[in-house]
C-alpha cells in the first residue's frame, strides 16, 4: 500500500505539468480534438469505434498525445475511405497509446513522412490490413517515409496479409 501511494505522488506533478486534456466520446471526432489541439495537449480518447482517417499535419511541429481510455476494450479507429490511412503524421509529433487501429479494403494503417515528423505508438494494436491490395506502393501496414520517426513499443501487428 506504502508502494502505490509513493508511485501516485510520484506521478501528480509530470501529469499536472501535461498539457491541457479533451475527451472524445463515442460519436465525437478525434481528427476534430487534433486540430483544436495546441503544441503539447492530451487527447482522450474513450472506448469505442471510430470510423475516421486522422491527419496530423501541422507546420509549427506540434505534439499532440492520444490517450486511449478503454482499459482493457480499447478505443479503435477504423478508416473505411478507400485507399485511406488510418492514422497519418505529415508534419508534428504524434504518441498514440493504447488505441487499436483497423483498416478496411485497401488502406494503410499508419503513416509517417517528413523530417521533422514522428510517430509514437505504444500498447496499441494494428488490425486486418491486406497489403496486397493496398492502393499505395508503400505497403498496408505501416509506413515511415523521407526521413521521417517511428517508434513502436509493445505493438501487436495481426492479420496482415500480403496474398491477394
Not at 506533478?13 to 495546441?38: K, M, R, T, Y
Not at 492530451?42 to 501541422?58: K, P, Q, S
Not at 490490413?129 to 506502393?137: L, P, R
Amino acid at each position: 500500500m506504502i508502494r502505490v501511494l509513493t508511485f501516485c505522488i510520484a506521478l501528480a506533478p509530470s501529469l499536472a505539468a501535461a498539457g491541457p486534456v479533451q475527451v472524445v466520446n463515442p460519436g465525437g471526432s478525434i481528427q476534430a480534438a487534433i486540430e483544436a489541439a495546441e503544441d503539447g495537449d492530451f487527447v482522450h480518447v474513450n472506448t469505442g469505434t471510430y470510423d475516421e482517417c486522422l491527419v496530423l499535419d501541422d507546420r509549427n511541429g506540434k505534439t499532440v498525445t492520444l490517450l486511449g481510455m478503454g482499459g482493457a476494450s480499447a478505443p479503435v479507429v477504423t478508416c473505411s475511405a478507400v485507399g485511406g490511412t488510418a492514422v497519418s503524421v505529415l508534419d508534428g509529433q504524434l504518441i498514440m497509446r493504447a488505441i487499436k487501429v483497423e483498416v478496411a479494403g485497401t488502406g494503410r494503417g499508419m503513416s509517417v513522412g517528413g523530417s521533422d515528423s514522428s510517430l509514437t505508438v505504444q500498447q496499441a494494436e494494428i488490425n486486418d490490413i491486406d497489403a496486397a491490395s493496398n492502393a499505395s506502393a508503400d505497403g498496408g501496414g505501416v509506413a515511415c517515409l523521407d526521413g521521417a520517426t517511428l517508434v513502436m513499443t509493445d505493438v501487436s501487428l495481426n492479420g496482415l496479409s500480403t496474398e491477394g
